[in-house]
């Protein structure tokens, strides 16, 4: 019997996978996190092997194989979610992480009594099509598209809290906001915005629809090959633990609380830093003072511990006087005095020679994508529309 077209990417796929999952399991740097990409990856290359071979002929000759798909995505979740908090958060004791385990060992407990049944009652149940079709569409792999909906979104609320604690701490946080990451978390969503509708469309019987239901898994392999396109030609992405710890190892204290809008919000989380008002002036002035004549602003890596040793004040008492005088968080902050010296440097006749990322890099920026879309958001046109309007009224 010939493979067809779809069984044979997916197949490639996960072979890709393992070679992948290979090739994170012998770095040396962050090995817990890439050790759950690894096993991530590994499960989904096994998962995309049953889905290649999905049909009642297959598992009628490998009995013992049925079902096995119904248990391994019960880990896809918990593990995605634990790599990405693996890479923005401090390691926890590894007692807490064994609650993720929780749906996978529910799901064994369901299952278990079909596991350990003879291959030939296995077959029977399995030449029963309409009972077996039911089951592949029941409850428990209902509940499981719940709980990958479930992680995702927690995995994708963990980023986007670390993503605002970094504005807090680094003012080059667009270079550390782990691009990876989200492009990861949405290249999963994207699948299971596929994989659910489709999953109900088979169950309810929307053949139009459910038509598509395996080729869901292309995405997945798609994911793979990217990954793996990533890994080699940019393998540093696979090594973001030190950068990202390192975010909150630049203070002594923890990092703070989501940075309040541009409305101040009420000092409750700064009820013990003991900032009075007559310090609060003091501090404002000399802060302000400080960016004028000294322009930190001007270290694209410059972080708010380091802004506050210039200052020699406590970090906390800074980031409440950013997020409470000002109405800021540090990011922000920051990357307003960039553009107004940018700006300035776009005017200036002794630098017409440099370019726009010259510009961008002279003001404090490190990358002209960052430099571009701060300055956008601040003035409401880019540069070079800013630089075309300074020349036509030059003319």
């Known amino acids: ?63 013992h194989l049925s079902k096995v798909g119904w248990l391994l995505p019960s880990l896809f979740g918990p593990l995605l979610y634990l790599y990405v908090r693996q890479l923005t958060e401090p390691p926890r004791g590894s007692w807490r992480d064994a609650v993720h385990l929780v749906p996978f060992f529910a799901c064994l407990c369901v299952l278990l009594p079909y596991y350990v049944q003879p291959a030939a009652e296995k077959i029977a149940y399995l030449d029963d099509f309409e009972r077996a079709s039911q089951d592949d569409f029941g409850w428990l792999n209902q509940a499981l598209n719940g709980l990958h909906v479930v992680y995702l979104g927690i995995a994708l609320y963990t980023l986007q809290r670390y993503q605002r604690q970094l ?40 053949w139009g629809l459910a038509a598509f239901y395996h080729y869901h898994y292309l995405g997945v392999i798609g994911c793979i090959y990217w990954m793996g396109y990533r890994a080699l030609t940019q393998p540093q992405l696979f090594n973001p633990a030190l950068n990202v710890r390192g975010a909150r190892e630049a203070a002594s204290l923890p990092a703070v609380a989501d ?43 410059l972080t708010i511990q380091e802004l506050a040793d210039q200052l020699e004040l406590p970090r906390h008492h800074l980031s409440q006087l950013i997020n409470e005088q000002l109405g800021k968080n540090f990011y922000d902050f920051v990357n307003g005095y960039r553009v107004e010296e940018a700006k300035q440097l776009l005017w200036d006749e002794e630098y017409r020679h440099l370019t726009i990322l010259g510009i961008a890099e002279e003001a404090g920026f490190n990358s002209k994508a960052t430099f571009n879309a701060v300055f956008k958001k601040q003035t409401g046109q880019t540069p070079s529309e800013f630089m075309r309007k300074n020349a036509r009224e030059l003319v």
């Open 1 to 63: 019997m010939g493979i067809g077209f779809l069984p044979l990417i997916l197949v490639a796929g996960a072979l890709q996978g393992l070679l992948l999952a290979c090739l994170l399991l012998t770095r040396h740097a962050n090995r817990r996190a890439n050790g759950l990409l690894a096993l991530l990856l590994v499960l989904l290359s096994v998962q995309s092997v049953l889905v290649a071979f999905d049909n009642r002929a297959f598992f009628l000759q490998f009995p």
């Open 167 to 206: 504005q807090e701490m680094y003012s080059d946080a667009q270079a550390l906001r782990l691009r990876w990451l989200w492009q990861l978390l949405g290249f999963m969503l994207g699948i299971l915005v596929i994989s659910i509708p489709t999953f109900y469309a088979r169950k309810w019987g929307w």
């Open 259 to 301: 940075p309040p809008t541009a409305v101040p919000e009420p000092p409750a989380k700064y009820q013990r830093s003991a900032l009075k008002e007559e310090e609060t002036a003091v501090y404002h002035e000399r802060l302000l003072r400080h960016m004028q004549h000294a322009r930190p602003y001007r270290q694209s890596t």
